[in-house]
């Protein structure tokens, strides 16, 4: 299961970048891309990072009571940063900011009302996971609620068991910076009569999501 954090940085840049190379502009298109919010992201990552390797002095926090409050941290961080670069920016963007939240949203939930994020264990074994020492991790069982949104399908090859939340997530953050990257020639919402630089003119890196006049 921390493998998908390891796919979750692996896959996203690879499928955009993939997408990028194909799209006029290429890869240089990734110099327009300005994303806000990296507090909240910083803050998810460090929640996360601490929940995996669950150090003793953190018991308390990541034991029972963490396996609510651990979902809530990543999903108030995961709602942070979607509202910052929701910001101002095009509908397109939006959608797949939406999209990746819900994501995020699915997964805390499963988390919180478990004790921790639901595992097939047949699926687990398959991949050649460990089944009884994954922390934030519970194997699923008749109690289990929200299995639908359970880690449920392997991946051979890459030892891990992925969530549709997890394919929400990826998913949205992939069409987020293919998007973000996409500089339009004219952007929503500018005021008649305001131009920007020709090809002749230095050209300045268009963000994310940009400040409204």
Same mark, same amino acid.
């Given at each position: ?49 601490? *929940? ?18 651990? /979902? ?18 095009? *509908? ?29 264990? /047949? ?64 952007? /929503? ?12 003119? /230095? ?6 999501? *940009?400040?409204?006049?």
């Amino acid at each position: 299961m921390d493998a998908a954090q390891i796919v979750l940085l692996l896959v996203v840049p690879v499928l955009a970048v993939l997408v990028l190379v194909l799209r006029r502009g290429g890869l240089a298109s990734l110099a327009n891309v300005r994303v806000r919010g990296a507090p909240w992201a910083l803050s998810g990552a460090a929640v996360q990072a601490l *929940r995996t390797a669950d150090p003793a002095w953190a018991s308390g926090v990541l034991g029972a009571a963490g396996g609510a409050l651990v /979902p809530l941290a990543l999903a108030v961080c995961a709602v942070g940063f979607a509202f910052a670069n929701a910001r101002g920016s095009g *509908r397109a963007v939006r959608v797949a900011l939406g999209i990746a939240t819900a994501g995020a949203l699915s997964n805390a939930l499963a988390t919180a009302l478990n004790g921790g994020m639901p595992f097939a264990v /047949p699926a687990a074994r398959s991949v050649g996971l460990d089944v009884t020492g994954a922390p934030g991790h519970v194997p699923i069982d008749g109690s289990t609620l929200l299995v639908p949104l359970a880690d449920l399908v392997p991946v051979p090859g890459v030892a891990m068991v992925f969530s549709v939340g997890d394919v929400l997530l990826w998913a949205g953050l992939a069409a987020v910076l293919v998007l973000a990257a996409a500089r339009p020639t004219s952007l /929503p919402g500018d005021a008649a009569g305001v131009h920007h630089p020709t090809a002749t003119a /230095p050209a300045t890196a268009s963000p994310l999501t *940009r400040s409204t006049p």
